[in-house]
């Protein structure tokens, strides 16, 4: 049983070419009868199936609609044909520390980040002190959020979203933040939550991370899957789709 | 539904974060956004208080009128910025997005009740004791309230689309205000008492007062057409939410 299934999504975007953003204005578009806008397709029949357990990588160059996809997987957007399953809990790593309240203390946004990725209070107390430790920002968990340099800011939000026990998580190149320290803290950390059986989807242009990472992936390119395969060989084909066409 | 539960927690938290927004800044924060419905009142009261002799307790029927106002007022219009004011919790992560409409609500519900427990001391005073009636009164304001959301989730919604909607409100929500008995007795209104009569926050009005001044228990026409203006408030407002909430995402 796959734990990621998506089935022939699309997802269409309309761009006007005058953005009406008011009742007046739509009621004058009414009356003219214009239709103003143009469509494009981000993402055009793209199936895959991620299984328990696996790090499954999408890369594609800007614009081939990765972002678009991993927001379909988040639930932010919806699909315009097609459908997106997943199983479990689903944690976003689409922005780190959403919610967080600059005049709120450390300790206060804790509560509230959990909260926004669904989690009770009891729950959250019972992994308080480790999302302190792990972020090593014990000494300052009655601080003022707004005094917070933003390496703290990164490390609280990134080990807040990591303590809420997802059962897939999808990361969208946050893990390029804070110091080199921490930065093998965090690569340690999903080195770790694969080996729990947790479902990793990662999108990022850092081809090196992806072959590391990754067992499988996608490759996107205009909305459409051009190839679907290990890391390795997915990486290969990007690069040769890179070069000119001869 | 069942969603919701699991994030009452996040419901919970926005609420808290909404009011001390509001109050925390201010060290009288909350006796400030009291003073405001009260001067008015005052002033509503010196200026009528000879044009509406004939109706008795005319102070007490001025204060709980305008207070019952208030939360219909203050909740919608709040509620029109709900959506947008919080775009990275609509583009970035998903949670269930009555969420950010109903902590509002939830919000305005809290500053209400304290509102009217701090008349209540009042018009014991000004009417000289309280009827017993006063007790029902949260379960009218439960009724009020999903009213109040529904109009909210409506309002909340179409504002991502269009943005001169707060305008529009304001100018609607100010026409209701004097559609409503708040600062004149319903003997008033001759010709069209029984359109007049529809306006369901009138109804509310009527029983608000019934219950916290004259000791009456709400007629059963009054409950009927609460009940029915909540219902439908509640269904409209979701339906409609459900609808465009599919593209917040992309509009915000």
């Not at chain 1, 921490?182 to 729990?196: G, H, S, V």
């Not at chain 1, 590391?212 to 290969?236: P, Y």
């Not at chain 2, 309280?130 to 909340?156: D, E, K, M, S």
């Not at chain 2, 026409?175 to 319903?186: H, T, V």
Request: charged fraction near 15%; charge should be positive; include cysteine.
């Amino acid at each position: 049983m796959p734990v990621v299934a998506v089935n022939n999504i699309y997802k269409r975007f309309r761009i006007p070419h005058y953005k009406k953003t008011t009742l007046f204005q739509n009621a004058i578009g009414l009356i003219k009868r214009q239709q103003t806008y143009e469509e494009f397709w981000a993402l055009k029949d793209v199936t895959f199936e991620v299984k328990q357990g696996e790090t499954f990588g999408i890369i594609g160059r800007n614009g081939s609609g990765k972002s678009t996809l991993l927001k379909l997987l988040a639930r932010v957007l919806y699909p315009d044909g097609g459908s997106v399953n997943i199983r479990g809990k689903t944690a976003s790593f689409l922005e780190l520390g959403i919610g967080f309240q600059p005049e709120l203390t450390a300790a206060e946004n804790v509560y509230i980040y959990s909260s926004v990725l669904g989690c009770g209070r009891r729950q959250t107390e019972r992994v308080y002190d480790s999302i302190f430790d792990f972020a090593e920002l014990k000494r300052f968990e009655d601080m003022k959020l707004k005094n917070f340099s933003s390496g703290m800011y990164t490390r609280l939000a990134f080990s807040t979203a990591i303590h809420t026990d997802p059962d897939t998580l999808l990361i969208d190149e946050v893990l390029a933040v804070g110091d080199e320290s921490f930065q093998k803290k965090c690569a340690d950390t999903i080195y770790d939550l694969r080996k729990k059986g947790r479902t990793i989807i990662y999108v990022s242009h850092d081809l090196v991370s992806v072959g590391n990472l990754c067992q499988r992936a996608l490759l996107l390119d205009g909305g459409r899957t051009l190839a679907i395969d290990s890391a390795n060989k997915v990486i290969e084909a990007y690069h040769r789709s890179l070069q000119p066409h001869d | 539904m069942r969603e919701l539960w699991q994030y009452r927690e996040l419901t919970w938290n926005l609420t808290v974060v909404d009011l001390k927004n509001r109050y925390q800044n201010t060290a009288l924060g909350f006796l400030w956004s009291l003073l405001s419905p009260l001067m008015t009142a005052m002033v509503l009261f010196l200026v009528f208080r000879y044009l509406f002799e004939q109706e008795p307790n005319f102070a007490a029927y001025l204060l709980v009128g305008l207070m019952s106002w208030r939360f219909f007022a203050a909740g919608t219009t709040s509620a029109v910025y709900a959506v947008v004011s919080k775009p990275s919790l609509v583009t970035k992560v998903y949670v269930p997005r009555q969420i950010l409409v109903l902590s509002n609500t939830v919000a305005n519900l809290i500053s209400s009740i304290i509102e009217f427990i701090i008349i209540i001391p009042i018009l014991f005073f000004i009417s000289g004791g309280l009827p017993l009636t006063i007790l029902l009164f949260p379960l009218i304001f439960l009724i009020y309230f999903w009213f109040v959301y529904g109009i909210a989730l409506f309002l909340a919604s179409l504002y991502v689309n269009f943005r001169d909607l707060n305008q529009i409100w304001e100018v609607v929500s100010s026409i209701l205000f004097f559609l409503s008995p708040i600062f004149y007795p319903m003997s008033a209104i001759k010709g069209a008492m029984p359109i007049y009569l529809l306006n369901p926050i009138t109804e509310f009005i009527i029983v608000y007062r019934n219950l916290m001044i004259y000791g009456n228990l709400p007629s059963l026409y009054s409950l009927a057409i609460i009940c029915v203006a909540a219902a439908a408030a509640f269904m409209v407002g979701t339906i409609v939410f459900n609808r465009l909430q599919r593209r917040f995402a992309e509009e915000i």
